[in-house]
């Protein structure tokens, strides 16, 4: 009798959503495992790494516990994934463009997509290819690494915030499908943060990823070094100083205080290859137009320029096109 109760307790408290996960890579590979690991219906879509997926599943290598997922529901080919509750889109944003091929027929009507990547506008293009779904972007605090086939290693941190999307994104507040997507993800042990106005959640987070992707890629160097040289770290400053100022174009007011706090959180950090780096030392494209074209456009359509981000912005094009000729 009391396993009875116990069970379907547990049974009515668990999540019936069904999540897609639109690359299984260092985050979504990360994510989607801890949320099959917590019961939820998870199903991922893979490249390269298909084959090996399928067979053997998925290993996690974590700060918070190591664990293997020896079967997943593993796909390469989208026709043939189930409709979701829920579309996590995870790719590289330099794969967008595949989006209008992979949502339309994944994501369930009155469903959710989920975007969690860096940069600005992502949500834009979604809404521009699926009606009649709730777009939330999740912002991820995560240092991840996928080392090798169907391998993420977990090195630090984990907390994603959410916003919901509105056109324009003009302010949502907290919605219902954030709360559920909050409650399915601190379910799997995830740390979450909603937030009611995601372009100021957006532009927060590009006060990291400006400086320090950007500059990792250009100078050759890791967040500690980037940290340790008084020139380097005014630089770094600076066009934190800068991608605030975009986000006051935007009529979004991040306080200093907010850089004081991201200079001194990379300080404390363990010595980091950025993401941008590793793409780059990988030789795979840069996530150089949502991270860094994207705020700049969206600043220039209210006619203020940000010249050091260009001056990065110009280099990293060049840079994004030398590697790959
Ligand atoms: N990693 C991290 O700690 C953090 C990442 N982010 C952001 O998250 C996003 C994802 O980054 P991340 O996970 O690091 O990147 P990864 O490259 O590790 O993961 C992306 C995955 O997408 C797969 N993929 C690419 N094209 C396809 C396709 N056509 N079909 C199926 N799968 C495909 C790739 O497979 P294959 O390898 O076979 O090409 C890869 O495994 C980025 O926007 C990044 O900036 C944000 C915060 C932290
Ligand atoms: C800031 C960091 C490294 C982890 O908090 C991150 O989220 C990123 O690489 O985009």
């Given at each position: 009798m009391i396993i009875y109760i116990k069970i379907s307790f547990f049974v009515s408290k668990m999540s019936k959503r069904s999540y897609a996960i639109l690359g299984t890579g260092a985050l979504g590979g990360f994510y989607g495992a801890k949320l099959q690991k917590a019961g939820l219906d998870i199903h991922f879509l893979l490249k390269s790494d298909y084959e090996y997926v399928s067979k053997s599943g998925l290993v996690i290598e974590s700060k918070d516990g190591d664990f293997t997922l020896t079967q997943v529901n593993a796909y390469?080919?989208?026709?043939?994934m189930p409709q979701c509750d829920v579309v996590v889109v995870a790719l590289k944003t330099t794969q967008n463009h595949l989006l209008p091929q992979m949502l339309p027929s994944l994501v369930r009507d009155n469903g959710v997509v989920l975007v969690l990547q860096n940069g600005l506008g992502v949500e834009e293009e979604v809404a521009k290819i699926v009606g009649n779904v709730s777009i939330i972007g999740g912002l991820c605090f995560l240092c991840s690494?996928?080392?090798?086939?169907g391998h993420i290693r977990h090195l630090d941190y984990g907390q994603i915030t959410i916003g919901g999307y509105a056109s324009s994104y003009n302010p949502t507040g907290i919605t219902d499908k954030m709360r559920q997507i909050a409650d399915d993800l601190k379910s799997a042990g995830i740390s979450i943060e909603l937030v009611e106005d995601l372009l100021l959640g957006r532009w927060k987070k590009l006060v990291w990823n400006i400086p320090y992707n950007g500059l990792s890629v250009i100078l050759n160097a890791r967040t500690d070094e980037l940290m340790s040289y008084v020139h380097t770290r005014k630089l770094v400053e600076q066009l934190m100083y800068e991608v605030a100022a975009g986000s006051k174009s935007c009529g979004r007011i991040i306080p200093d205080s907010f850089i004081q706090t991201m200079l001194d959180y990379t300080v404390k950090m363990k010595p980091y290859r950025t993401s941008m780096k590793i793409d780059y030392d990988e030789r795979r494209p840069l996530e150089v137009e949502a991270i860094f074209g994207n705020p700049l456009r969206k600043a220039q359509a209210a006619d203020v320029n940000l010249p050091q981000i260009s001056c990065i912005y110009q280099q990293l094009k060049f840079l994004d096109e030398k590697i790959r000729v």
């Open positions: 390469n080919d989208i026709e043939k690494n996928k080392v090798a086939a």
